[in-house]
């Protein structure tokens, strides 16, 4: 069965420092997303992605993060300059449309701890 | 606003029944997940109501009244291996369109023998 693949699946980073989330969402989807998800909370919604372009982010996704889709498999997070409450599980997911009918799957998730 | 409300834990017995409720309030509708997580683990898609009624896949149902903003999900047959959150998650209209799904805080269900 078709899955969302995440690297790296575990990150330790120092407070500051820039952090590269990767991505390879299914195949034949077209919309991506980020979400993301404090131990111990709810899953948080960051960022949809079509077309090459944000469609939809939340106020959580500031300046600070950005998204990119570099070539025809690869969908990034980039945190440019982590503090300490990015610690978190960063789910990256994936959909086949955005209507109702479609189903978001989501990957294995990257755990960012920063120190 | 938005606001999506569940059991925060339930506790059952294996081979027994149990209903995760759910109720929401939501600026915009357009279908209502419903996701397993085991701890440390990836959210795995169990069901998706979007028309009023019950949704039935195998041990797993799912019920929906949008009048009411309430869903449940109904586990038969329990094994052990169903501890874990069941997420109830609505699928938002926004300005960009139906691409955000809000996440209720999850129900933790420990099955016991």
Known sequence: EPEVTQTPSHQVTQMGQEVILRCVPISNHLYFYWYRQILGQKVEFLVSFYNNEISEKSEIFDDQFSVERPDGSNFTLKIRSTKLEDSAMYFCASSYTGDSGNTIYFGEGSWLTVV | ?113
Request: with cysteine; charged share 15%; proline share 3%.
């Open chain 2, 1 to 113: 606003g938005q606001n999506i409300d569940q059991p925060t834990e339930m506790t059952a017995t294996e081979g027994a029944i149990v209903q995760i409720n759910c109720t929401y309030q939501t600026s915009g509708f357009n279908g209502l997940f419903w996701y397993q997580q085991h701890a440390g683990e990836a959210p795995t898609f169990l069901s998706y109501n979007v028309l009023d009624g019950l949704e039935e896949k195998g041990r797993f149902s799912s019920f929906l009244s949008r009048s009411k903003g309430y869903s449940y999900l109904l586990l038969k047959e329990l094994q052990m291996k169903d501890s874990a959150s069941y997420l109830c998650a609505v699928r938002g209209v926004t300005s960009g369109g139906y691409n955000k799904l809000i996440f209720g805080a999850g129900t933790r269900l420990a099955v016991h023998p």
